[in-house]
């Protein structure tokens, strides 16, 4: 069987080992259903392992100053570009999304790492006026510590970097569980951590099936924060365990975004970039636009062009050039969307694009670009992210009906409007609960922006300005001259 990156292991203390009891597990292309390599499957013993190992590389990194931590991010971050091909090739065979995204994918985690090489050397602290001449009072601010860092597999690189990097920056050292789906791609940007000179024992990354590596991560006293992507269902129970050891917290969870599109737009353009946003890496996005609620007046024409760019999306392997919707990445994911589609037709939604495996691929885990068109708000579709590539239109004719049903759901993570009114997008973008709002564009997530949620979207925020205080804790001294 051949391996998915020559250093398919662990990755503890700056040496790559196989897990101690020697357990490995299939990793499987989901275009193709083939086992591609395989990964080691960790277990406590090397979980323990990589928390004493990440202790001895907190006392080193914590201490080094931020001028050499800011070269030693660059590196990664040149590394990664050099290797840019190779690593959004892994990205592809693991979780199917097409390469030229693959590659956007890398893009973005490079700009990353460039972007917190800067902020390590940008963490100010304050100078506090005291009450009395005798005193100073300054706050400064100290890593946090051990960070354990869990993600999903949609952005396998690019999630686990917006951990890494600002932990990195931070001063703190991090043991990382990538998503089982992809482990290779999250190794492959270790492998660059430690070629840039990222001493032993700052990462690690322990690869396999959640089980014994949370739970002994979780429960260990000196991992002092918890940085996850993933569900809302997951995030709540780490949130949970977290309280045992009042670990640091930063959740990046679910979200089922709306999209307002108002009355004066032109429809024919909105709705062509909706099709081709909605469907990017086959709609398994966190900010995805799902939800879509059109003006009655332009809702028919805005569904008939929609549906009709959707029809057109070549979907298959990723690796093949011109397609733009790869499998979905499990079996399982595939197939609870189309339990979704079943139960909203099931209530009378109307299916105007694609809702079936596709005919022409009969190995792979595909689902044809599906548009619905009038679901009951009642039905699943509407209340449970659906994480696939299936989007709803709705239409509504008041402001206060449409936000009240954008704004219904315990999610508040993305959210767009398209209007040409200043007034109409002030009034929508003011009124909608969710961390990124969208006007008139899809870009929801960017190195020097601050992304993240509201409500049960989770909380923190990764990338921009704020992306690396939660990595950090403040100390206030305040200093007396005695006489
Ligand atoms: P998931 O919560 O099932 O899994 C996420 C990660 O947590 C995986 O690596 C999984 O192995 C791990 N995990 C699962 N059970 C666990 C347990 N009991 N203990 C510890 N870890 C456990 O989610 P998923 O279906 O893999 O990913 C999709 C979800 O991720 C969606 O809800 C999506 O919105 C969310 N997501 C959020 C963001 C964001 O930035 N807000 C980004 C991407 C994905």
């Known amino acids: ?108 985690t490079i700009d990353l790492y460039d972007w917190f090489a800067d902020e390590t050397r940008r963490v100010y602290g304050q100078v506090i006026e005291a009450r009395k001449p005798a005193n100073r009072q300054y706050v400064t601010f100290e890593p946090v510590g051990i960070v354990a860092a869990f993600t999903a597999w949609n952005f396998p690189v690019l999630l686990m970097s917006r951990k890494i990097a600002p932990a990195l920056a931070a001063g703190c050292s991090i043991v990382c569980r990538p998503a089982e789906e992809a482990p290779g791609a999250v190794l492959a940007i270790a492998a660059c951590c430690m070629d840039a000179g990222v001493p032993a024992g700052v990462v690690n990354v322990l690869t396999g099936v959640p089980g014994e590596i949370t739970s002994t991560l979780m429960a260990a006293p000196s991992v002092r924060k918890v940085t996850f992507t993933g569900s809302i269902l997951v995030g709540k129970m780490l949130m949970r365990q977290a309280a045992d050891t009042v670990k640091r917290l930063t959740m990046e969870l679910g979200g089922h975004a709306p ?166 997008a002030h009034e929508t973008a003011d009124a909608l609960e969710a961390g990124v709002v969208g006007v008139n564009t899809f870009v929801a997530s960017l190195a020097e922006t601050p992304f993240g949620g509201t409500k049960q979207s989770g909380f923190g925020r990764e990338g921009g300005f704020l992306g690396i205080r939660d990595y950090l804790d403040a100390k206030f001294t305040n200093m007396e001259f005695l006489d």
Request: hydrophobic letters at 40%; a neutral charge.
């Open 259 to 424: 999209v307002i599109v108002h009355s004066d737009v032109d429809v024919d353009r909105v709705a062509q970039m909706s099709a081709v946003s909605k469907y990017r890496n086959g709609g398994q996005v966190c900010a995805a636009p799902t939800r879509f609620y059109v003006h009655e007046s332009k809702a028919d024409d805005f569904a008939r062009v929609f549906a009709e760019r959707a029809g057109r999306l070549k979907v298959g392997d990723g690796l093949e050039s011109s397609v733009e919707v790869g499998p979905m990445a499990t079996r399982k994911r595939r197939d609870a969307v189309e339990g979704l589609v079943e139960d909203a037709m099931s209530k009378n939604a109307k299916l105007i694009s694609g809702g079936r495996r596709p005919a022409h691929l009969n190995r792979g885990w595909f689902f044809e670009p599906t548009v619905l068109l009038d679901p009951a708000d009642d039905s699943r579709m509407m209340t449970e992210e659906p994480f696939g590539p299936v989007a709803t239109i709705n239409r509504f004719s008041t402001m206060d009906e449409v936000i009240a049903k954008a704004n219904g759901l315990e999610f508040g993570l993305a959210a767009y409007v398209f209007t040409n009114s200043l007034t109409k």
């Open 1 to 108: 069987m051949k391996k998915l990156d020559p250093r398919s292991s662990l990755l503890i203390g700056g040496e790559w080992r196989p897990a101690s009891n020697g357990a490995r597990y299939d990793v499987v292309n989901p275009a193709t259903e083939e086992i591609i390599g395989y990964a080691p499957q960790a277990g406590a013993a090397d979980a323990l392992d990589a928390v004493e190992a990440a202790d001895r590389g907190l006392q080193k990194w914590r201490r080094t100053d931020p001028w050499t931590r800011s070269k030693v991010i660059r590196r990664i971050s040149r590394l990664i570009d050099e290797r840019r091909k190779e690593i959004a090739r892994l990205i592809t065979v693991e979780m199917g999304k097409p390469l030229d995204q693959a590659e956007g994918e890398v893009q973005a």
